[in-house]
């Protein structure tokens, strides 16, 4: 094994950085003559092909990539591979390189004295990535939600683990996130409860960083978030309750 469980451990914290990696550890390990892979290619082609589509598909790493098939014919399972790895690479080197133009030009706001933006800790930053990990994968279940619904929120939420940053312009993503999720309050669904619970927890450490911005305290939970518990039905009116 090329990678220790150690380091797939650390993987979700930088995705994208993560996927380069393995990308080019592995891609700088092959034969130089592509024409006759041996089986130690196989080996560690299939090892960074399960690393960085179980990335894609848990949406920690929001690139697109058609899924080659693995049939245990080592020519051409290692051509599939290598192309693979190679398109992943660059995609997550495009999202890298947007990643740190977007990180420059909150540094040339803050030199500029312009307005600053949304700030988060470390540990508030690797809770909300976990949760929206931990969402993603609980809505990956057909039992989840309804289908759009389900796509609709696991793409948000592939969205929002791209932009995550320390430091961050605005909190659109994260409210419209949180809007569109107020509906599955309204579903008859066994993991609703806690699906609410997470996106509760996430509001409230968006709430923190905009109170911080203001200036005013941060602490407990995010006010006006009864919306994240599921609805009750309307207590009966007065003549309900005589007919009753």
């Known amino acids: 094994m090329l990678f220790s469980n150690e380091y797939l451990a650390r993987l979700k914290d930088n995705p994208i950085e993560g996927c380069q990696q393995v990308c ?3 891609l700088g390990r092959l034969s130089t003559d592509t024409d006759h892979w041996t089986p130690a290619d196989h080996r560690m082609l299939c090892e960074a092909f399960a690393i ?3 990335l894609v598909e848990s949406g920690l790493l929001p690139i697109q990539l058609p899924t080659p098939e693995v049939r245990g014919r080592t020519m051409d399972d290692c051509t599939a591979l290598n ?6 690479r660059r995609l997550s080197g495009e999202l890298q390189t947007r990643q740190h133009l977007t990180d420059l030009k909150a540094d040339m706001r803050a030199a500029m004295a312009l307005r ?4 988060f800790n470390a540990t508030e930053l690797k809770r909300l990535r976990d949760l929206a990990f931990q969402l993603h994968s609980a809505l990956s279940t057909p039992q989840a939600t309804v289908e ?5 929120l696991r793409d948000q939420l592939q969205a929002l683990v791209a932009s995550l940053r320390p ?3 605005h909190l659109h993503i994260f409210w419209q996130l949180l809007g569109e999720a107020r509906l599955l309050g309204t579903l008859k669904d066994e993991k609703a409860p806690q699906l609410l619970g997470w996106l509760g927890e996430m509001s409230d450490i968006v709430w923190h960083a905009q109170a911080r911005m203001q200036g005013l305290p941060a602490v407990g ?5 009864d919306f994240m518990q599921a609805p009750q039905p309307p ?6 309750r005589r007919l009753a």
Do not use: I
Request: hydrophobic fraction near 35%.
């Open 116 to 119: 600053d933006g949304y700030r």
């Open 235 to 240: 207590a009966p009116s007065e003549p309900a």
């Open 52 to 54: 960085v589509s179980t």
């Open 221 to 225: 939970h995010a006010p006006a978030m």
């Open 167 to 169: 430091v961050m312009p």
């Open 24 to 26: 080019a550890t592995t």
């Open 83 to 88: 192309h693979y790895l190679t398109q992943a």
């Open 148 to 152: 759009p619904l389900r796509r609709q």
